[in-house]
């Protein structure tokens, strides 16, 4: 299994600031997913982050508003870029094994834009 | 379209009493289906893994069914407990497809004492 962990757990920001978030793992993966939950709402992949490479967005997420770095294979930042409060939501890290198939996620980072 | 829906939105049940929530998919082709339970606050956490060979896989108190003809999974708690508050969360992974993974909107379940 793999343990992940996210900083911050929370945060309130203003309008047109920019939060990084971090997510470490205590184990090395190759891929690692970045995923928004909307109030009330199910999980939406933004992106999947390769060690080496760049990422991978999903369609309605670009680079400029939520980059993201992956420096290495226990690590990486997603950015919330000039936040509005339609970025309110929890952000979520996961990661794959890909020998059992297992998915695991972090706590999550609830972030709230005032 | 790939969507996952799922049955019901909510529910409440008394503690002790037994619960199926139901989860209905169009995703194509199929890989696997999971079944994650999700405390507020917190990450998901999975409860099974099904292939399209497996109808039936259990975990503890549990148990979800797949039936791969009709695209039909449900999760079945026996006897439940205070801890069982939480949502849950079909998720169908689909070969070849952008997002691998599909969720559903999950079931808001709230367990009485």
């Known amino acids: 299994s793999a343990v992940i962990s996210q900083k911050p757990s929370r945060d309130i920001c203003q309008r047109g600031t920019s939060l990084t978030i971090q997510c470490q793992v205590d184990s090395q993966v190759t891929m690692m997913f970045w995923y928004r939950q909307q109030p009330g709402q199910s999980l939406t992949l933004i992106a999947t982050a390769n060690q080496g490479s760049e990422a991978t967005y999903e369609s309605g997420f670009v680079i400029d508003k939520f980059p993201i770095s992956r420096p290495n294979l226990t690590f990486s930042t997603l950015t919330v870029s000039n936040m509005s409060p339609e970025d309110s939501s929890i952000y979520l890290c996961?990661?794959?094994?890909?020998?059992?198939?297992?998915?695991?996620f972090g706590p999550g980072t609830r972030l709230t834009v005032t | 379209k790939n969507q996952v829906e799922q049955s019901p939105q909510s529910l409440i049940i008394l503690e002790g009493k037994n619960c199926t929530l139901q989860c209905n998919y169009t995703v194509s082709p199929f890989s696997n289906l999971r079944w994650y339970k999700q405390d507020t606050g917190r990450g998901p956490v999975s409860l099974t893994i099904m292939t399209f060979s497996e109808n039936t896989k259990s975990n503890g108190r549990y148990t979800a069914t797949l039936d791969a003809d009709t695209k039909q999974s449900s999760l079945h708690i026996t006897a439940s407990q205070l801890s069982d508050s939480a949502s849950y969360i079909c998720v169908v992974s689909a070969k070849n497809y952008g997002q691998n993974f599909v969720f559903g909107p999950g079931t808001r379940l709230s367990v009485l004492p």
């Open positions: 996961s990661v794959e094994d890909f020998l059992t198939g297992e998915q695991y």
